[in-house]
C-alpha cells in the first residue's frame, strides 16, 4: 500500500520568505506525487506533479518541488511567499498506473504573516 | 474554474436517510472519482468510475454506490447516513483511465451533514 507522511500540520512563515512544505512517500512500486491546494471552502488545485520525466518539477503560482528517492521525499517550496498563499496543501501518491486513484495526506495549513 | 461542478453545494440529512450527490465533468471526460474529506483530514478515494464501470474501490462499505452516465455527468450515493458520514465529497473528472499526461480536475465539493 502506498502512504504519504506531511510533516507539519501547521507552518507560518513571513510574507517573501521561502516556503517549505513537507511530504514523504511510502511506496513499493515507483510513484507518481502530486501536490495540491485547497483555498477555504473551494475544492482542490493541482500545484503539480511527478510522473518520473523529471526529478524538479514545476508548478503554477511560482512553486516547485524535488523528487529524491534516497530520502523518499517529495518537498514543496516557494522561494518568497505571498499573501494569497495562504491555505491547506495536500501532498499525495497514486500507483504507477497513472490512474490518479489517489491517497492523500493529512495536509498542512500555511499561515503568511504580514 | 475547473469545468468540473457539484449539486447541491450543502446538504443536511438525518442519520438512517439516504442521499445522492451530483457531479458534471467536463465534456469528453470518460473518468470519475469521487473522495470523501472529513473536517481537519485529507480526502479519501471512494471510487473511481470509467467509462460507466466502476474501476477500483477504496476502503469504504457497499452503502457507499456511484453510477456514471453518458453525458458526463455521476452520482455518489449513500445509503443508511451514519454521523461518520459528515464530509466534504469532492468528484474528479479526467479524459483517460490511466497514464498519460492528462490530469484530473476536481469540483468544489458538496458539504454534507448528517444529524
Known amino acids: 500500500a502506498q502512504s504519504v507522511t506531511q510533516l507539519g500540520s501547521h507552518v507560518s512563515v513571513s510574507e517573501g520568505a521561502l516556503v517549505l512544505l513537507r511530504c514523504n512517500y511510502s511506496?513499493?512500486?515507483?510513484?507518481?506525487l502530486f501536490w495540491y491546494v485547497q483555498y477555504p471552502n473551494q475544492g482542490l488545485q493541482l500545484l503539480l506533479k511527478?510522473?518520473?520525466?523529471?526529478?524538479l518539477v514545476k508548478g503554477i503560482n511560482g512553486f516547485e518541488a524535488e523528487f529524491k528517492k534516497s530520502e523518499t521525499s517529495f518537498h514543496l517550496t516557494k522561494p518568497s511567499a505571498h499573501m494569497s498563499d495562504a491555505a491547506e496543501y495536500f501532498c499525495?501518491?497514486?500507483?504507477?498506473?497513472?490512474?490518479?486513484?489517489?491517497?492523500f495526506g493529512t495536509g498542512t495549513r500555511l499561515t503568511i504573516i504580514p | 474554474e475547473t469545468g468540473v461542478t457539484q449539486s447541491p453545494t450543502h446538504l443536511i440529512k438525518t442519520r438512517g436517510q439516504q442521499v445522492t450527490l451530483r457531479c458534471s465533468s467536463q465534456?469528453?471526460?470518460?473518468?470519475v472519482s469521487w473522495y470523501q474529506q472529513a473536517l481537519g483530514q485529507g480526502p479519501q478515494f471512494i471510487f473511481q468510475?470509467?467509462?460507466?464501470?466502476?474501476?477500483g474501490r477504496g476502503n469504504f462499505p457497499p452503502r457507499f454506490s456511484g453510477l456514471q452516465f453518458p453525458n458526463y455527468s455521476s452520482e455518489l450515493n449513500v445509503n443508511a447516513l451514519e454521523l461518520d458520514d459528515s464530509a466534504l465529497y469532492l468528484c474528479?473528472?479526467?479524459?483517460?483511465?490511466?497514464?498519460?499526461?492528462?490530469?484530473?480536475?476536481f469540483g468544489p465539493g458538496t458539504r454534507l451533514t448528517v444529524l
Open positions: 511527478y510522473t518520473s520525466a523529471a526529478t
Open positions: 499525495a501518491v497514486s500507483d504507477n498506473f497513472g490512474n490518479e486513484k489517489l491517497t
Open positions: 465534456s469528453g471526460h470518460n473518468t
Open positions: 474528479a473528472s479526467r479524459l483517460d483511465a490511466g497514464g498519460g499526461t492528462d490530469t484530473q480536475y
Open positions: 511506496s513499493s512500486v515507483p510513484p507518481y
Open positions: 468510475y470509467y467509462r460507466e464501470e466502476e474501476n
